[in-house]
């Protein structure tokens, strides 16, 4: 008697349906479809994807059949497929293969991390340009991503030319191939600079083949690869339409950072900005004279809520002193004082620089604040000192050598925007922080 | 003791000029008239204003008319609409003292909102006759995007001015302006070819885009969400409605939020159809068509996008030609997020009083071969066209039967002459072989059965 397969009758069925991605069975029998094994390995492979993933996850979007999909898992990858319709042949192939993929039916431009999480790597495989909104979909995903995004897409060059003008085809109807639903076809250049302005810190294009772009995404800097050069001094920064240290995660904010280099001829490639973890690359780099600098950068997507450290650096230098901005925080919950450390850091006296008053600080154009301290380390270093005032992470501008009591002064610039009124200053060094004291703003 | 160093500090010496740049600059954008006659001279002039206006076609009298101004900056839009006797409300992305100062001034009663492209919804400002949104297209990142929000809110006209990248002779493009490429601003986005700003005009959800002018890399539209009414003494036969479904479901079900398309099936007796000549309409809306193919002769199918705005519930559909009065309507519905869909079979209500005959079935088929065979294939649809007297039937007061278990009625599509044709899946599990069909309305008995086979494909 033949022994009846029972996963034959199935795989007939299945056959039936028109495969788009072939699939390859655990017993090594293959469903033979539209794109073929060796076309699909080679589409993954334009990637720098691990080849272990353990303890990684994945987010596959526009996952068809799923190959891609089941290839992650293989890989050790936790994966999450999403698509716009419901497959059957994903929901079959899942499970001949005994996976553990979780399957969502959304549009890529309502994924959000409150409903699916955040991933290691995400795949955004030939779906850009089937998109009305492709600028609004790469912010999506930068949102949902920790690490590289994959991004394959149509494209209307070649990409010899990336100093051509960035532009977009658009399609009103059946323009591109017949299909009504492909929309906006990019250069090369395009591609490049939207995801770019998406929020991601570095954008490298890895290959175009029969129009086709693969684009890695990657949201944080890698370290300098040589810290030659010592590091930039971070002097201020301010939300760069508000002028604020006020920042919120949806209101396209930029962030402005004003720092000090020794470096005379930055351009904004050689500059790396960094908040919490991700990179967000300089919009806007200007010198503001001597060894000033002045740089704009997207407020990156998908920071939780609460205080990130802003800082930067060069191509050849390690990290600037970090400064802390508050994310979606309310003005109470800004206003709660550092927690701190158990230390001997103490505020002795607060003034300013016009009148020294004691407790009083005026404000305005070229005001500052100035603090004497007890109890800072002899090897304490200015960029490592920062002032609160009233919920803003000041940095310090300036730091004394010990008087004879042992009296540190400590200078930061009040906020552009600083208004009068009671509030509360410390310092902070380090994790360590002062007890607050009162001060008046005039 | 040391001076502190803020005023030696270079750093924040520049950063401070910045400041006082901006102060200084802080003049009026728009002149305003004020009522005595004085003029508050602002960097464009009260004949600017004016003949940027008069480029389009906006009514001289607005009363009784609710006007929105996008991007209103110092107003002088805003108010000129209020004077013609408009309801008006203004928004900007940014509070301007100016307006404010100039509303006072005026004695405006203009609703002054500070609200972004993005906010703009029906639920927050409701809907508008027509709608200025000027001036502000290329400032937005997604601005196709930006149009649907202005389409869902605009009833009859939206007038739309933009940068534009030439005169009209070059294809549909765009360009991106990564950083400070277009006028060294970071807030400009994207540069549009004028047949760009077109396309995605219609696209938005526009019935009709026009071109009213462009010179100096500005040009402007005038988008109107209405056809042009129809003939008066049709010169081509009415189309006859099968049906209007969601192309990914092929049901009657849309979903707000989600990027559905309509795919409508039709006859037309008019030969050489194409989709510049179809007007089809949603609740009057006049929606442009994607996609026209010919199925058989006088049978069509078009494809066209869920317009934006639609509210969660039913709505009614029609098309005709150019030169032809409308179609029978077609009713589809629209859910809101997390609104149940379709139950997964039809429960089977019994008759509340018998007072019409029984239907009569002609002929059930296959959707996709017109056989009576069916493979179980994904896109086949049991096809099910009967007869009866009953007039005003609607997809809820018809039950279909296959073996004895109820089925839910996708749709349920008028064929004229008191003919009518249901569309249901075929339930699953369904064993090869014959099976009976039978159908009844909630007021008749049940129609003697017809047959149709399931002969599961041979791989």
């Known amino acids: 008697m033949p022994v009846v397969d029972p996963n034959q009758q199935k795989l007939e069925h299945l056959e039936r349906l028109g495969w788009y991605h072939s699939m390859e069975l655990p017993d090594g029998r293959v469903i033979p479809g539209y794109q073929g094994l060796d076309v699909l390995r080679n589409r993954v492979a334009q990637f720098h994807i691990p080849a272990d993933l353990r303890g990684r996850r994945v987010l596959d979007i526009g996952a068809w059949d799923g190959w891609f999909s089941f290839e992650m898992e293989r890989r050790g990858a936790e994966v999450v497929a999403v698509d716009s319709t419901s497959f059957e042949r994903f929901r079959v192939a899942r499970e001949l293969l005994g996976s553990k993929v979780e399957y969502r039916i959304d549009d890529v431009c309502r994924l959000t991390p409150a409903k699916v999480g955040y991933f290691d790597i995400v795949l955004f495989l030939g779906v850009l340009y089937h998109l009305k909104h492709p600028m609004l979909a790469l912010e999506r995903v930068c949102e949902l991503s920790t690490g590289i995004v994959c991004v394959e897409s149509f494209v209307t060059d070649d990409g010899s030319d990336l100093s051509a003008k960035p532009a977009m085809e658009f399609y009103e109807t059946t323009e591109l191939c017949g299909q009504f639903d492909n929309w906006v076809g990019p250069n090369v250049p395009c591609l490049l600079a939207m995801c770019r302005s998406a929020g991601f810190a570095g954008v490298h294009l890895e290959s175009v083949i029969d129009h086709r772009a693969h684009v890695t995404c990657y949201r944080r800097w890698p370290e300098a690869a040589e810290a030659a050069d010592p590091p930039p ?100 919950e800004r206003r709660q004082p550092p927690a701190a450390e158990p230390a001997e850091i103490r505020i002795a006296i607060v003034t300013d620089g016009k009148t020294w008053e004691r407790n009083l600080v005026h404000t305005g154009i070229h005001s500052c604040i100035s603090l004497w301290v007890v109890g800072l380390p002899q090897d304490a270093a200015k960029d490592s000192i920062a002032i609160w005032l009233a919920g803003d992470d000041l940095p310090a501008v300036f730091l004394s050598e010990p008087d004879a009591q042992g009296l540190r002064q400590v200078n930061a610039m009040l906020p552009t925007g600083a208004q009068p009124g009671e509030c509360q200053v410390a310092v902070r060094f380090g994790s360590a922080a002062s007890a607050p004291v009162p001060v008046r703003l005039v | 003791m040391p001076v502190p160093r803020a005023a030696g500090d270079r750093t924040f010496h520049e950063l401070v000029q910045e400041q006082v740049k901006l102060l200084s600059s802080k003049g009026w954008y728009h002149s305003i008239e004020l009522p005595g006659g004085h003029v508050i001279q602002g960097m464009i002039g009260i004949d600017a204003l004016k003949a940027r206006l008069d480029a389009f076609p906006i009514p001289a009298d607005l009363t009784g008319k609710r006007v929105l101004d996008v991007g209103a900056w110092t107003g002088w839009c805003s108010f000129e609409m209020e004077r013609r006797g408009a309801q008006v409300v203004a928004v900007d992305c940014v509070e301007f003292a100016e307006f404010r100062e100039a509303h006072r001034l005026l004695g405006s009663q203009v609703d002054y909102r500070i609200l972004d492209v993005d906010e703009l919804t029906p639920e927050g400002v409701g809907h508008f006759d027509y709608v200025l949104f000027l001036g502000v297209l290329y400032h937005l990142r997604n601005p196709l995007l930006g149009l649907e929000r202005i389409c869902a809110i605009t009833k009859d006209t939206a007038f739309v001015e933009s940068f534009v990248i030439d005169d009209g002779s070059a294809p549909c493009q765009m360009e991106f302006y990564e950083t400070g490429e277009l006028g060294g601003q970071i807030d400009n986005w994207c540069g549009p070819t004028v047949q760009c700003a077109l396309a995605w005009c219609r696209s938005a959800g526009f019935a009709r885009a026009g071109l009213e002018y462009v010179a100096e890399r500005r040009a402007g539209f005038t988008c109107r969400r209405l056809w042009d009414p129809p003939p008066a003494e049709p010169a081509e036969p009415a189309p006859l409605l099968y049906s209007a479904v969601n192309n990914r479901t092929n049901d009657v079900e849309f979903h707000r939020g989600k990027d559905e398309y309509i795919c409508v099936y039709f006859r037309s007796e008019v030969q050489d159809l194409t989709r510049e000549r179809l007007r089809l309409e949603i609740d009057g809306y006049g929606v442009p068509v994607l996609a026209l193919a010919s199925l058989r002769p006088r049978e069509w199918q078009a494809n066209l996008r869920v317009p934006p705005g639609l509210e969660p519930r039913q709505h009614d559909v029609r098309l005709r030609t150019a030169a032809s009065a409308f179609s029978n309507t077609f009713r589809i519905v629209m859910r809101a ?123």
Not at chain 1, 255 to 271: E, Y
Not at chain 2, 387 to 402: A, K
Not at chain 2, 445 to 457: D, G, V
């Open chain 2, 337 to 459: 997020p997390g609104q149940s869909a379709l139950p997964a079979s039809a429960a089977l209500p019994p008759p509340t009083a018998i007072s019409e005959p029984a239907p009569v079935i002609y002929e059930v088929r296959n959707g996709m071969t017109e056989s009576d065979t069916f493979a179980g294939h994904r896109n086949e649809y049991v096809c099910c066209r009967f007869r009866t007297p009953e007039p005003g039937l609607d997809r809820d007061s018809v039950i279909l039967e296959i073996d004895d278990a109820g089925q839910p009625v996708l749709f349920l599509t008028g064929l004229g002459g008191g003919c009518w044709q249901t569309n249901s899946r075929l339930p699953a599990g369904l064993a090869p072989g014959a099976h009976r069909v039978r159908v009844r309305t909630l007021r008749s008995p049940f129609s003697a059965p017809a047959e149709i086979l399931f002969q599961p494909a041979r791989a």
């Open chain 1, 233 to 332: 001094s971070i002097t201020s920064v301010e939300n760069a339409s508000t002028r604020d240290r006020v920042f919120s995660s949806t209101n396209d904010d930029y962030v402005a950072i004003w720092f000090k280099s020794p470096r005379p001829d930055l351009t904004a490639a050689d500059v790396f900005p960094r908040i919490g973890p991700y990179g967000s690359h300089p919009v806007f780099l200007q010198s503001t004279g001597g060894d000033g600098w002045h740089i704009n950068c997207k407020l990156p997507p998908g920071l939780a809520p609460g205080w990130h450290e802003a800082t930067l650096r060069t191509a050849h230098s390690p990290w600037a002193n970090p400064v802390r901005i508050a994310v979606d925080l309310s003005p109470d």
